[in-house]
């Protein structure tokens, strides 16, 4: 046997050796894209389903937010910056 048929069965026996281990790694990565996919579409599912409520309930924060700061400005600036020095604490 010479070393070029060596060299060949080496490689054959190598690359034997490697198919299971690439193909169970290809399966498992298409079962994983394969999951992936479905909590994409279960969540713009469940977006779709819920976005007026979500939007909803966005608006009725913000409006609730303008109120309490138009009842209370002064108490509003307080609380605003006190909030503006704990993140200042915390970033530094």
């Known amino acids: 046997m010479n070393m070029h048929e060596t060299m060949s069965d080496t490689a054959d026996t190598a690359v ?10 290809s399966t498992m990565a298409s079962t994983a894209a394969d999951k ?15 976005g007026d409520q979500l939007s909803a309930k ?6 609730d937010a303008a109120g309490y700061i138009s009842a ?4 509003s600036i307080g609380v605003a910056v ?3 020095l704990v993140v200042g604490r915390l970033m530094k």
Do not use: C, S
């Open 16 to 25: 034997a050796k490697a198919k299971p281990v690439i193909d169970r790694i």
């Open 36 to 50: 992936a996919y479905g909590m994409k579409t279960q969540a713009k599912d469940w977006v779709a389903e819920h």
């Open 58 to 63: 966005q608006k009725q924060l913000v409006d």
């Open 72 to 75: 209370n400005p002064l108490k």
């Open 82 to 84: 006190l909030a503006a």
